[in-house]
């Protein structure tokens, strides 16, 4: 039934009357199979079993996740038409723990002159009372960006199944006056009040191939005005997507999350853009000057040192929320395919989200913690201990007694023969040297970890190891994960990540988790100081067929202080 504008402005009136209060990141458009049906096969080994997931079709970023009367609410970019990008539409759902969600009719689709040709990527904030409202990118007749509001009809109901849009949409739009490109203008985070009551939200853009964060100030969360300079931009780095800020904090217990619009003098700020240029998440740690809307990080994209990344394989438009229940942020991502467009079709779908991660502010302040939520740990059964292995050069173990294509395993390595560490003469991108130095390639200290996907005779494995260098007089700890022989079909992106780490193998144990779900590989070294997610499809090592190994590739021996593997329940997920 239709909503009649006289209602429409009776309900925003109600809430924000008087004025006062009480990517999309990926458009590349498929037109000739963006309407194709999805023919999903009944034999579906890539399709996971604990990982967020529609049943059918195209999805890409997590937008707008909230908890509101005890549900967690999550809304993502979903094509409801094929698997290929287009026909962009919020889908929703719902979850008590995280861990199982239910699926509702769509949240946000177009309607209005302001989003007819598709509704992007978006953020969720909550209002005086406790209030969700939803701001999101709209593109309008002209093929413009613009910002849009939309907010429950029915607040009093948990599962939120009804948006009503603003008559006043759209509330930002680019003009000749505002000197905004009208194709790099998207995707707004959630916002945040000031101490001179009016709300600050960012809006991620370019000048040319300036990366930009345009700030918008509103009192009344409907008419907003563009700041007189932007919170934060950067030369060189093309347009930003999915921007997303919030506070950190820097005392004990760090592992405590603050709402959006907290400042103060234990809190530090992060600022974290996904990069269209590179398709990856990148963030700054710095200072928010909340008077003068200035963000300053301790070091920026200017600098010679790599910037920080949430995740350094396939990660892209994350979101993060505080999410008051347990008092912590929490962290959500979307991973594409690594398989071709016409096996996404064939299979008939395409895109995952991460398991949510809680992130914060490691004790060095120099970087952010990730680790998966707690809640996953629910599905872990059949649990397999292994106490003090020494695992020697050239020596692969089997781990059995679990199931190695949906598992969770936690390992830790214990190193000694730090003379045997090759020596690196210049600083190298890890990602390079991970490809240069695969797991397949003997070293001194390493590489040594974990075989995932790996098929009986090794034809197919997925390796995720370390590699200990000297460089500089220090020992320096790689981090990879190489996808290099992880299948026979040579259709696939079988790209190698890696990262150093900052971690001193002298004095702590090297550990790694690995969240391992049918076609997805979510690794977590240091305690949650490196992360990397790889997407893989072998064509042996599948369901029972695949197996689990520790290994050590080098000519020193490494023992093993701790390994603990568990099978994973399924999920109850769409």
Not at 15 to 29: M, Q, R, S
Not at 388 to 404: I, P, Y
Not at 423 to 434: F, K, M, N
Not at 473 to 499: A, E, F, I, P, W
Request: net charge positive.
């Amino acid at each position: 039934m239709a909503i009649s504008a006289i209602f429409l402005s009776a309900v925003f009136f109600l809430i924000y009357g008087n004025g006062v209060l009480p990517i999309e990141a990926t458009h590349h458009v498929y037109r000739n199979l963006q309407t194709l049906s999805s023919h999903s096969s009944d034999n579906q080994p890539y399709r996971t079993a604990y990982h967020f997931q529609p049943p059918k079709n195209w999805i890409n970023d997590p937008n707008a996740p909230m908890r509101y009367k005890g549900l967690y609410h999550l809304f993502y970019q979903y094509n409801p038409k094929g698997a290929v990008w287009g026909n962009i539409v919020w889908a929703h759902s719902v979850s008590k723990d995280l861990v199982n969600w239910t699926p509702l009719d769509h949240a946000i689709y177009p309607s209005q002159q302001s989003d007819i040709n598709g509704c992007w990527s978006g953020s969720a904030t909550t209002l005086p009372g406790g209030k969700p409202a939803i701001l999101y990118t709209g593109i309008d007749p002209n093929n413009h960006q613009v910002q849009n509001l939309a907010i429950p009809k029915n607040f009093s109901d948990p599962l939120l199944r009804e948006w009503v849009k603003s008559p006043k949409n759209p509330l930002m739009a680019p003009t000749q006056a505002n000197q905004i490109n009208s194709s790099s203008f998207r995707d707004p985070t959630t916002a945040w009040k000031g101490k001179d009551g009016y709300w600050r939200v960012l809006i991620g853009s370019k000048v040319h191939r300036r990366g930009t964060a345009i700030l918008y100030k509103s009192k009344n969360f409907v008419n907003w005005v563009q700041a007189d300079h932007p919170l934060h931009s950067a030369e060189g780095t093309g347009m930003w997507e999915c921007p997303d800020f919030y506070p950190v904090l820097n005392k004990f217990p760090l592992t405590t999350g603050l709402d959006t619009s907290v400042n103060g003098d234990h809190v530090r700020h992060v600022l974290k853009v996904s990069l269209d240029d590179t398709k990856h998440d990148h963030y700054l740690i710095g200072t928010y000057d909340s008077e003068k809307d200035i963000f300053t990080p301790d070091s920026g994209f200017e600098n010679s040192k790599p910037i920080l990344r949430h995740d350094y394989g396939k990660y892209y438009a994350s979101k993060t929320i505080f999410e008051d229940g347990q008092n912590r942020r929490v962290l959500f991502g979307w991973v594409n395919e690594s398989s071709s467009v016409a096996d996404d079709i064939k299979k008939g779908w395409s895109g995952i989200h991460t398991i949510p991660r809680t992130i914060w502010l490691h004790k060095s302040g120099k970087q952010l913690v990730h680790w998966p939520v707690a809640e996953i740990e629910s599905l872990r059964v059949n649990p397999v201990h292994w106490h003090s292995k020494v695992v020697n050069g050239g020596e692969t173990l089997q781990v059995t007694g679990v199931t190695a294509a949906q598992a969770d395993v936690e390992i830790a390595f214990e190193v000694n023969g730090f003379g045997k560490a090759e020596v690196l003469e210049h600083w190298e991108d890890p990602q390079i040297l991970c490809g240069r130095k695969g797991a397949n390639v003997k070293g001194g200290l390493g590489p040594f970890g974990l075989l995932v996907f790996a098929s009986r005779g090794l034809q197919e494995y997925t390796a995720v190891f370390f590699r200990i260098f000297r460089y500089q007089n220090k020992n320096l700890v790689l981090m990879c994960s190489d996808q290099s022989r992880s299948s026979l079909n040579n259709d696939n992106d079988k790209t190698t990540y890696g990262t150093f780490v900052d971690v001193d193998p002298l004095r702590e144990k090297l550990s790694l988790r690995t969240l391992i779900d049918h076609s997805v590989v979510e690794s977590f070294e240091g305690e949650g100081r490196a992360c990397i997610t790889a997407r893989v499809y072998p064509t042996i090592a599948i369901n029972d067929k695949a197996r689990l190994y520790a290994f050590n590739n080098g000519t020193a021996s490494v023992k093993i202080t701790k390994l603990s593997a568990w099978s994973m329940k399924k999920a109850k997920i769409n």
